[in-house]
C-alpha cells in the first residue's frame, strides 16, 4: 500500500508561479517511477509529467514543457512539481500518482499504469 499525499495548490494570477508537493508513505519510494496528472472540469485527466525511480529522467507533456519541472527527493518520500509561467489553462486538479507495477524502462504516461493515487489539489489561474 502507498499512500499520497498532495499540496500546495492555490489561487495564482497568470505568469505566476506554484511548486506542488507530494509525499508518499507506504512501500519503498526510491524504486518506482511517479507522475503529476491534471484534470480539468469538463474534461478528461491527461498526463502532465512523469519522473523515473532515481530522478535521472524526466518527461512531459507538451503543453506543459519548458515551464514545468518535476524532481524528487527519495530522502524525504516526496516528489515536486514545479510550475512556472502559469497560464489560465493549467487551471486544474491536480494529482500525484505511482506505478509500482511499473516494470519497463522509461516513464509511464498512461493513467493505468499507475495504482496509487493522491487526493488531489486544485490549482487556480486567474488571467
Known amino acids: 500500500q502507498v499512500q499520497l499525499v498532495e499540496s500546495g495548490g492555490g489561487l495564482v494570477q497568470a505568469g505566476g508561479s506554484l511548486r506542488l508537493s507530494c509525499a508518499a508513505s507506504?512501500?519503498?519510494?526510491?524504486?518506482?517511477?511517479m507522475g503529476w496528472f491534471r484534470q480539468a472540469p469538463g474534461k478528461e485527466r491527461e498526463f502532465v509529467a512523469g519522473?523515473?525511480?532515481?530522478?535521472?529522467?524526466?518527461y512531459y507533456a507538451d503543453s506543459v514543457k519548458g515551464r514545468f519541472t518535476i524532481s524528487r527527493d527519495n530522502a524525504k518520500n516526496t516528489v515536486y512539481l514545479q510550475m512556472n509561467s502559469l497560464k489560465p489553462e493549467d487551471t486544474a486538479v491536480y494529482y500525484c500518482?505511482?506505478?509500482?507495477?511499473?516494470?519497463?524502462?522509461?516513464?509511464?504516461?498512461?493513467?493505468?499504469?499507475?495504482?496509487?493515487w493522491g487526493q488531489g489539489t486544485q490549482v487556480t489561474v486567474s488571467s
Open positions: 500518482a505511482a506505478a509500482t507495477r511499473y516494470l519497463r524502462a522509461g516513464i509511464p504516461t498512461q493513467g493505468h499504469e499507475y495504482d496509487y
Open positions: 519522473i523515473n525511480w532515481s530522478g535521472g529522467n524526466t
Open positions: 507506504g512501500r519503498t519510494f526510491s524504486i518506482y517511477p
